[in-house]
T-cell receptor, first 112, second 114 residues
Framework: GNSVTQMEGPVTLSEEAFLTINCTYTATGYPSLFWYVQYPGEGLQLLLK?????DKGSNKGFEATYRKETTSFHLEKGSVQVSDSAVYFC???????????FGTGTRLQVFP | DAGVIQSPRHEVTEMGQEVTLRCKPISGHNSLFWYRQTMMRGLELLIYFNNNVPIDDSGMPEDRFSAKMPNASFSTLKIQPSEPRDSAVYFCASSLSAASYEQYFGPGTRLTVT
């Protein structure tokens, strides 16, 4: 079945460091791919998405490129801030349903 | 738009009591999802509705859990009787069915069963 694998956290960085959070997927067909972010005490929020191969999603300085050849959708940011500290979830759409398949989440901690 | 609204935000109850969680989806959205989040099991999809009809309830843990969606603007998740292992944060999310798969989450209800 479809699945998403994320790197385990926590990821601990200093402010202004470069961020990569790895995400790979297994899916039939051509799913859409998503990154969601969850700040402490809140629900998940959509951060960015890509709907087809080679698409790049971007938002708030974060980027991720849909790589079909490597079945990956890695999240990157050039310079993280303390306010980026949160849990990040990679997800894919499941064909023929409205469901999203979520990864286990990766906690990011950014220190000043 | 106010976003997805959930109530209550926090619920503390004793084992054996009935618990009802409520959700109002974003107006115009026709898919609604109930999730449970715990440290041990992460984010789990419990059930989802499309046009008020339950489509997939395979994630509902057992018969103590039930969910309803009597109309397009309201859904409930009920646990009867509740047990300590039900303690978790329960999220409701809604989306425009099949249009983009983007789900919009509510703030969650933190349930503690003692």
């Amino acid at each position: 079945g479809n699945s998403v694998t994320q790197m385990e956290g926590p990821v601990t960085l200093s402010e202004e460091a470069f961020l990569t959070i790895n995400c790979t997927y297994t899916a039939t067909g051509y799913p859409s791919l998503f990154w969601y972010v969850q700040y402490p005490g809140e629900g998940l929020q959509l951060l960015l998405k890509a709907t087809k191969a080679d698409d790049k999603g971007s938002n708030k300085g974060f980027e991720a490129t849909y790589r079909k050849e490597t079945t990956s959708f890695h999240l990157e940011k050039g310079s993280v801030q303390v306010s980026d500290s949160a849990v990040y979830f990679c997800a894919l759409s499941e064909s023929n349903t409205d469901k999203l398949i979520f990864g286990t989440g990766t906690r990011l901690q950014v220190f000043p | 738009d106010a976003g997805v609204i959930q109530s209550p935000r926090h619920e503390v109850t004793e084992m054996g009591q009935e618990v009802t969680l409520r959700c109002k989806p974003i107006s115009g959205h026709n898919s609604l999802f109930w999730y449970r989040q715990t440290m041990m099991r992460g984010l789990e999809l419990l059930i989802y509705f499309n046009n008020n009809v339950p489509i997939d309830d395979s994630g509902m843990p057992e018969d103590r859990f039930s969910a309803k969606m009597p109309n397009a603007s309201f859904s409930t998740l009920k646990i009867q009787p509740s047990e300590p292992r039900d303690s978790a944060v329960y999220f409701c999310a809604s989306s425009l069915s099949a249009a983009s798969y983007e789900q919009y989450f509510g703030p969650g209800t933190r349930l503690t069963v003692t």
